[in-house]
């Protein structure tokens, strides 16, 4: 039996199937680094450690081993089938009859990386910036439809000494095609330690990237809280309306609401940059998302949206109106249609996803 | 301390922390259904059951157990971070001070499904088919545009009883934007059982899929071979090159070629609808890569081109001769530039793609 087993980014993200085949391996094939997390458990085995770049020898090793008699293990770091060893392996199974073989499947580096920066995924692509086997111009084309369709995007093998253009023609193409205040998290191990580090795009180009780091770059709605980076799922929050909410809408149910600016207002204009006070209460309060400038008040379930002038945007206010007039007619109307609601207000923040966001976070804390 | 841990899809697929975690938990939350793969690790303690949809819910309630002095688990199958309960969770932690987390990263399905097919998998996109929070437009945007950058796709949540409609727009665009020959991997769990099963695209939207379902859409280059999915990442292989290969560059080089269809050849025309001999001999020769419809003859270390007649299609013969001309110019050259001409052959793959290749794998083996 062979089994390429994936043994995760850190020891103790192993899984216990792993840990099981690697027991039960009499022959262990590695590159080297990986073999450190697995040490205690080689104890009278032979033990193969072989280079980078052995890709093809390490998998006919592991045949021949097998024809022998072994049970077989070849490791391969986060999961054997992204940019492991099993695609490999599988290239050149038909050569064989006889083979046993099995993929363990392991914790790949987006995953732990992203457990490391906070809640960053959704929608999402895993690129390699290696093109030591790819052309250019395939990762290119990759990254700039992943950063159009707006996918969360983890980057592999960024960068190393000597090659260093795919992931400074990322950072071009990215800010191209996503707002270059997006959210981006670093993460790196050493040794047993996370290090992590979150950053905007536009700076990305700067930062100290090596070889094992991952990178996560943020959708239109990633947003920094707490030092932590997330991406919003879009529930619908618990907590407690403002008092006046009822009031405003008992107006606007009966059509007798201000539309555009109401400089008459006592309170205008209560937000920067306010276009519009038509939807003086925001119909997705509690939204719970960050990204266009909200806050939960500490200890007291209110979600504050002092610092959101979103819904106070004339091009948000077109997208939503006619939707809200026709549908929401009663406070009921609210929890009734939370669905279609916190969907109108996904697609809204995608159609206006170029006006200035206030993306207020702060990266040090 | 809460902790957001991911179980995987499978018992035997759990990590070592998660296991540890589940022990140190005092309280465990989780929507009902994950329990059952961890059942003998929840003796003596608080076991909150909870059922889908209750997302916010069960955040709240951990937070509360945390606050009254707990230790707290909050199960997720997968990871927690991809459409688990990471996402909810960041969203109202800014609510409270001095809460204790971390998140527990898991094995996901896409690599769990791609580990049961084979090895699918390489760059990739991950996006889940559920419109109960996401506009059906967003869904849609982003299955185009991973379509085109030629990313490998996993679909978490293709469907349920009463929402089709992803599923059916998803598989129309697919064809629409990739050959509907490309391998499609299915894969199920019943209880401890994974069952697979791989189509072509082009069939995708007859087959049985339910909720739980894991879908993975190959990529250009992807095929079928012995029943495995496999996605080539690009290796030189090692074989045997035929005799007349020396005899046949000897007179390349010498600029002693028949250019296009050498039709007083005693073997023409030796491929199926050849329409150039200028490569009688493949410059990629072993490329190991069954996507153009090469095979290994078992037991014998030989790479078979006679299902493949890649290199003898007049657009591929365009892309790569001058490259060939003034690159390679002895024998030695194909290994010292082996890695240009790797790129090289997956480039003109790309800019080939829409040729009829030659796919001839048998779903069925």
Known sequence: MISLIGIGSKREHITLKAVD???E????????????????????????RRGMGD????????????????????????????????NVYFQIIDKYTDLEFEVI??????????????????????ISLSNLLTPLE????????????????????????TRTEPFERACEILVENRNPETPVGIVKTEGTETITHICKLGQLKDQDIHMSTTIIVGNSMTYVKKGHMITPRGYKMNAKLPEQTEEFYERFFNGDIQEGRNLECEYFPCHDGQESCTFCYCPFYPCADGSTGGNWIT??????CKDCNWVHKQEVVDEILDYVKDNIKSMDDFDKKKKDLLKLRRATIYKTRDLDFNRNYDLDN
Chains 1, 2 share one sequence.
């Not at 590695?30 to 697995?38: F, S, V």
């Not at 499947?105 to 895993?126: E, K, N, Q, R």
Request: glycine share 6%; proline share 5%.
């Open 21 to 23: 085949k690697i027991k």
């Open 25 to 48: 391996a009499d022959v262990i094939i590695a590159y080297y680094p990986y073999l450190e997390h697995i040490e205690d458990l080689l104890e009278g085995k032979e033990v193969l």
């Open 299 to 304: 200890d007291k379930n209110v979600w504050n």
């Open 55 to 86: 890709e093809m020898e390490r998998v006919e090793l592991a045949i021949e081993k097998e024809k022998e008699g072994n049970n077989v293990a070849i490791i391969s770091s986060g999961d054997p089938g992204i940019y492991g060893m099993a």
């Open 138 to 161: 395939e990762i290119e084309r990759k990254i700039k439809y992943a950063a159009i369709a707006d996918l969360v995007i983890a980057f592999y093998n960024p960068k190393s000494k």
């Open 105 to 126: 499947p392991g914790v790949t580096a987006a995953t732990y990386s992203a457990s490391a920066l906070g809640a960053p995924l959704h929608d999402m692509a895993i």
